[in-house]
């Protein structure tokens, strides 16, 4: 059978490969999908090694996006200029091939799943890591109206700001100086919320209008869907779907066959406990 696995550290939480196997039954595709905890010193390495014994494609997760982007010798769409890949493969002619798969599956979400449109709107990003890069293009694609990435070295987010020189609507700021414009949507996409923690922001960020989005996700509400609620928000959201659909946009580029998510969605949060 073709392997595949997703490359991590931590992993030993990861659904992905649950997620798959959902995916394979469904398509009636024969796979194989792992999960492995890579050492922070030996990830070029070990994605070598994974090709070199005849693995099929990997997906890769914090803290190897960036590092996998810089392996990559070919970038399929947004991944041109996210500065992080989470989808790895090999080409007919042998080369490296990346894909990022977040901002697509983060849109399926917010979009599909929860009814959402960014046209027009305003949205406050927090964070300025690989996650948050990787799914800037699909966000700044749906047109809205101001993007504001936020995070508490200013400099990192003033980073991707630049990477988008032709992008008016973007800014940056630091997390104690977001701007108080009324935001429709908040996307949390901090290293914090891996930590279950949150940064310290100033009050006023959320109204009755302003839905939240979790990237993280687990088997109860998150510290950022807990602080939306407490702040007022309109929904608040965990990343699950994300996950999922994410999952499916890169089981699609490996096997050319594009799974059913919501059935899958909706079986993980039950699996979770997150239903009923």
């Known amino acids: 059978m073709d392997r595949y696995a997703v490359f991590g550290n931590p992993i030993g939480h990861s659904r992905s490969p649950w997620i798959h196997e959902r995916f394979a039954r469904q398509t009636g595709q024969a796979l194989v999908y792992t999960a492995s905890l890579i050492e922070l010193d030996s990830f070029e390495q070990a994605v070598q090694q994974f090709f070199a014994q005849g693995g099929s494609g990997l997906n890769i ?15 399929l769409g947004s991944a041109q200029s996210t ?86 609507c973007l800014s940056a700021s630091s997390y104690e100086d977001i701007p108080p414009i009324g935001f429709d949507l908040i996307v949390n996409a901090s290293s914090e919320g891996l930590q279950n923690t949150m940064p310290a922001m100033p009050s006023g960020l959320v109204s009755a209008n302003t839905c939240c989005y979790d990237m993280v996700y687990g088997g109860k509400e998150t510290v950022f869907q807990r602080w939306a609620r407490e702040q007022g928000a309109k929904m608040a959201f965990d990343g699950l779907g994300m996950l999922v659909e994410q999952a499916a946009e890169a089981f699609f580029i490996w096997r050319g066959v594009r799974p059913e998510t919501e059935t899958v969605i909706a079986q993980l949060r039950d699996l979770l406990g997150q239903n009923g």
């Open 83 to 168: 500065g992080a890949v989470n989808t790895l493969y090999r080409d007919a002619d042998g080369r490296l091939c990346g894909a990022n798969t977040d901002g697509v599956g983060l849109l399926r979400d917010l979009t599909h799943n929860h009814g959402l449109s960014l046209a027009g709107r305003h949205v406050l990003v927090l964070g300025a890591g690989g996650a948050a890069k990787g799914v800037m293009p699909d966000l700044l694609a749906q047109a809205p109206d101001r993007v504001c990435i936020a995070n508490r070295t200013l400099s990192k987010a003033e980073a991707i700001v630049e990477a988008y020189t032709d992008t008016p």
């Open 61 to 75: 997760t914090v803290p190897f996006k960036e590092r996998a982007w810089g392996m990559a010798q070919c970038r």
